[in-house]
């Protein structure tokens, strides 16, 4: 629930920055708006997960058809906002680079309608990859037995409760299975390594890209520093550009590593490492405002400027 609250402000601050309509004539921002709205939808769904799974462990009778829609509906639309987001800040880091290599000559307009293509395509694309896990799908039942005190007298010793004072009710659990056959599981391990892996590298070399052709360009009209010089200085500018993707994908690395487990795995021993990694993997759309608002010294003077005209006027 605390992650919910921060990512529900994370997302609704973010949205208000990049709704603006001067900010909206080039797709970058686009992708941005769109981002906004995916870590909304996303930590939305994980919440409702989260509240699913807690229901479902309080009542072991469960309909079978709310167990569906958590298995074939929940879990893919998680995976595919957070596939979504990830591609979305590659696809700003690539705007930026263009932006940066054709400097005057860039179309702004040009970037817009590109924007407002390249997201829906993404989205189809992303959920075309993932279509295989509802379908692969199967509730898997099993019984266990659990003790239950007559009496509620709990202070006699154990052999006497087992004998008169006690009695064992059979409780029905019910997991989420996806079995996979070879072919595709080999088909899931390389698009979950796409999806993960593939954004990371467009923004490190996107973030490499002008850093170094800043610094070639800086160095050819101030001869009076060495491209070392300058290269050093354009990191200390832009070393946001580099801190960010991979702080990303060191959040996202227990998600890799989880969905590459085969088979079920007993957490009784450290369940905590396992929750853990679980929810750090749902960290990085909740850093939309962090990463892109809070250094820009542009979407920072927009989103306090729409603060301020809410508070006089009741609206964005």
Not at 16 to 29: A, M, P, S, Y
Not at 200 to 221: E, Y
């Amino acid at each position: 629930m605390v992650m919910f609250v921060i990512g529900f402000i994370n997302g609704i601050c973010s949205f208000i920055t990049f709704r603006n309509k001067e900010l909206r004539k080039v797709g970058c921002v686009l992708y941005l708006l769109a981002s906004s709205i995916t870590s909304l939808l996303t930590i939305t769904m994980f919440t409702v997960k989260f509240w699913f799974v807690v229901f479902i462990q309080l009542h072991s009778i469960i309909s079978s058809s709310i167990l569906q829609t958590d298995c074939a509906f929940i879990g893919p639309v998680l995976k595919l906002c957070l596939y979504l987001d990830g591609w979305l800040n590659a696809c700003v880091a690539i705007e930026r680079t263009v932006n940066v290599s054709k400097g005057i000559t860039f179309d702004k307009k040009m970037s817009k309608r590109a924007a407002r293509w390249i997201i829906p395509i993404l989205f189809v694309i992303i959920m075309g990859t993932i279509i295989h896990e509802p379908i692969s799908h199967e509730l898997f039942e099993y019984p266990t037995q659990k003790y239950k005190p007559i009496n509620n007298n709990l202070a006699m010793n154990k052999s006497m409760r087992n004998e008169i004072y006690s009695e064992y009710e059979i409780e029905h659990n019910v997991l989420c299975v996806i079995r996979y056959s070879r072919s595709v599981q080999t088909y899931n391990t390389i698009t979950l390594f796409v999806h993960l892996v593939v954004p990371f590298l467009l923004n490190l070399c996107s973030a490499l890209f002008i850093i170094f052709g800043t610094a070639r360009q800086r160095s050819t009209t101030h001869n009076n520093q060495t491209l070392r010089e300058h290269i050093l200085k354009q990191i200390n500018e832009h070393k946001q550009l580099l801190i960010s993707p991979i702080i990303l994908l060191i959040l996202a690395l227990p998600r890799l590593i989880i969905s590459l487990v085969s088979g079920c795995v007993d957490p009784s021993n450290n369940p905590w490492l396992y929750l853990c990694g679980y929810f750090t993997s749902f960290i990085p759309p909740m850093l939309i405002f962090a990463v892109f608002v809070l250094p820009s010294e542009l979407y920072w003077k927009t989103f306090k400027n729409s603060i301020t005209k809410w508070r006089r006027h009741g609206c964005w």
